[in-house]
Antibody, heavy 120, light 107 residues
Framework: QLHLQESGPGLVKPSETLSLTCTVS??????????WGWIRQPPGKGLEWIGS???????YYNPSLKSRVTISLDTSKSQFSLKLSSVTAADTAMYYC????????????WGQGTLVTVSS | DIQMTQSPSSLSASVGDGVTITCRAS??????LNWYHQKPGEAPKLLIS???SLQSGVPSRFSGSGAGTVFTLTISSLQPEDFATYYC?????????FGQGTKLEIK
């Protein structure tokens, strides 16, 4: 059973870069069976797909965030990461990492989430 | 982007009741529709993929149907653990988008 765990700062200043890491266990991050994605949820609101990455390094981003998002993979650490630049208060959200069968289909296994607040 | 609209936004029901949640897409998405539920303080959990495929371990009281633009999630006999917020998600095209959620509360 795949287990995913997010980590990173819970507070980021406006205009700075949000950086989160997801550590995968219970399966191989290099498996061709899975893509790895990030989803966020502002407090009290709905879900937004941010982007996904394949073990090959291919990335897929939500066009609304594409100019500010970078997702990368470190297979040696079984981790994938999210960087979101130039953050504002609107980026305050619970950030989840998840496994997904293809870049934006069904998100099967989720991390517990990590709350990131953008505030000075 | 494809807009997903769920109805109702909230719903009150009792244990043992049957309920149906509807999700409408702004354009045809074939059967590329997934359902999740989310309990407070937890991550969403995938219940149904491809409109009607029940995920392993999900009770058979959950069922999904629909194709094109209109989809439904039915819970045949509510159990206490079913009270949560339900989301639909289209995976037909990028960006994948979610409905706004339906909060299912105990009456």
């Amino acid at each position: 059973q795949l287990h995913l765990q997010e980590s990173g700062p819970g507070l980021v200043k406006p205009s700075e870069t949000l950086s989160l890491t997801c550590t995968v266990s219970g399966g191989s991050i290099s498996s061709s069976s899975n893509y790895w994605g990030w989803i966020r949820q502002p407090p009290g609101k709905g879900l937004e797909w941010i982007g996904s990455i394949y073990y090959s390094g291919s990335t897929y981003y939500n066009p609304s965030l594409k100019s500010r998002v970078t997702i990368s993979l470190d297979t040696s650490k079984s981790q994938f990461s999210l960087k979101l630049s130039s953050v504002t208060a609107a980026d305050t959200a619970m950030y989840y990492c998840a496994s997904v069968h293809s870049p934006w289909t069904d998100f099967q296994h989720w991390g517990q989430g990590t709350l990131v607040t953008v505030s000075s | 982007d494809i807009q997903m609209t769920q109805s109702p936004s909230s719903l009150s029901a009792s244990v043992g009741d049957g309920v149906t949640i509807t999700c409408r897409a702004s354009q045809s998405i074939s059967n590329y529709l997934n359902w999740y539920h989310q309990k407070p303080g937890e991550a969403p959990k995938l219940l149904i993929s491809a409109a009607y495929s029940l995920q392993s371990g999900v009770p058979s009281r959950f069922s999904g149907s629909g194709a094109g633009t209109v989809f439904t999630l039915t819970i045949s006999s509510l159990q206490p653990e079913d009270f949560a917020t339900y989301y639909c998600q289209q995976s037909y095209s990028s960006p994948s988008t979610f409905g706004q959620g339906t909060k299912l509360e105990i009456k």
